[in-house]
């Protein structure tokens, strides 16, 4: 079963046969086509070793996590993965993940690769509003397309959510609930969801005439949203509403609440990002934004595969739109609001006047 027997049943010579099942793009669709199925019928499979070595490809992906090896529990990565996995397949691509931690062990992973030519182009997730990853990247000349934005001028390939726009409908929307006081717990500024998010908060609340509330942010964990949650509670102040940049902190903040005796939807208001399955679970339901992860992840492989096709990524810069997902977790403000205060067991507080003794090294509390 060779090359040499499907081109004498049509006729063809070896070299376009050859060509037309490396999905070389000077063969005509219906040659393609028509050896594909003589291929198909035949049993025939190419000798993928052989090819790479000739071609110099690695017919492989690579997706570097920005985390510590064993720490890949992060929903948003895994349904990522999910989406990605399924699309490179079907286009005869292989899908090689790895992590690593962001700074000098994370751009050696993919100088190793890169140099190596251990895969043929990069999709990148979490972006930084400066990514070493994306200048090295394009430096190297190498395909690659990000989730996310970056300072970077430079043309390259980007899908990402509009975190500035869902943030600033969560303001609204709260507003609408009778709020005014509206904090935001938020993962550290440096990542580029997080400048967005921000910014839409910022945004809303200027626009409405008002000040921002508490700020506060901190590496996106369950245990960070439940003590920053606790830290805003106990201020001079405290929130009647809180946006929590993803549903992790937010599932923090919703415990944080109901440890306080207080009730989510009720006495304080949680919003959450990510729309996370544990989001229809909390108690009370959790208010959070679906950020579309699936058509993110479709349009990032389209974009890499035109781009491994020889396309320039001048214009391959996509914006989509995220989706409000209401739950119980948020509602009108208390009638007092402006006038509960939690006891403050430590002293702590945040921005808004009041003094904080509670930083650690995870978390930056703002005056």
């Known amino acids: ?47 993928v070793s052989a090819r790479r070595l000739k071609g110099g490809v690695s017919d492989a992906v690579a997706v570097i996590l920005p985390t510590g090896p064993g720490q890949l529990e992060d929903a948003f990565f895994l349904r990522l993965l999910g989406t990605i996995g399924p699309r490179l397949a079907a286009a005869g691509l292989d899908l090689l993940v790895g992590a690593a931690r962001p700074g000098a062990e994370e751009m050696a992973l993919y100088r190793q690769l890169a140099e190596n030519r251990r895969v043929d182009g990069f999709l990148l997730a979490r972006t930084r509003r400066q990514d070493p990853r994306v200048t090295y990247l394009i430096d ?32 609204r929307r709260l507003l609408g609930f009778g709020h005014r006081r509206i904090g935001l717990i938020n993962a550290p500024a440096a990542y580029s969801f997080a400048h967005h998010r921000e910014a839409g908060w910022r945004d809303a609340l200027s626009e409405a005439g008002l000040a921002p509330g508490p700020r506060a942010e901190a590496e996106a964990t369950e245990e960070n949203g439940f003590r920053l949650m606790q830290l805003m509670l106990q201020g001079g102040v405290p929130p009647t509403a809180v946006l929590c940049a993803t549903d992790r902190l937010a599932v923090g903040a919703l415990h944080a609440v109901a440890a306080s005796g207080l009730r989510a939807g009720r006495d304080v208001s949680v919003i959450g990002y990510d729309n996370l399955p544990v989001a ?88």
């Not at 996310?148 to 943030?167: I, K, L, N």
């Not at 009638?335 to 939690?342: C, D, K």
Request: cysteine-free; overall charge positive.
């Open 1 to 47: 079963m060779s090359l040499a027997r499907i081109a004498s049943t049509l006729r063809l010579s070896v070299t376009t046969v050859s060509r037309a099942l490396g999905g070389h793009g000077d063969v005509a669709e219906t040659t393609r086509l028509r050896v594909q199925a003589e291929a198909d019928r035949i049993g025939y499979r190419a000798n």
């Open 140 to 171: 190297q000349g190498l395909p690659f397309v990000v989730h996310g934005r970056t300072a970077e001028t430079r043309p390259h390939a980007s899908v990402d959510v509009d975190g500035t726009v869902a943030f600033r409908q969560a303001v």
């Open 280 to 367: 229809t679970f909390t108690d009370p339901p959790l208010t959070s934004f679906e950020p579309m992860v699936d058509r993110s992840a479709e349009r990032m492989v389209a974009m890499l595969l035109s781009l491994l096709r020889g396309a320039s990524p001048d214009g391959m810069a996509e914006l989509l739109d995220a989706r409000l997902i209401a739950r119980a977790s948020d509602g009108p403000a208390p009638a007092s609001q402006g006038r509960r205060r939690m006891p403050r067991s430590d002293g702590s507080g945040l921005e808004g006047g009041t003094k904080n003794h509670g930083r650690d090294r995870k978390a930056r509390l703002e005056d």
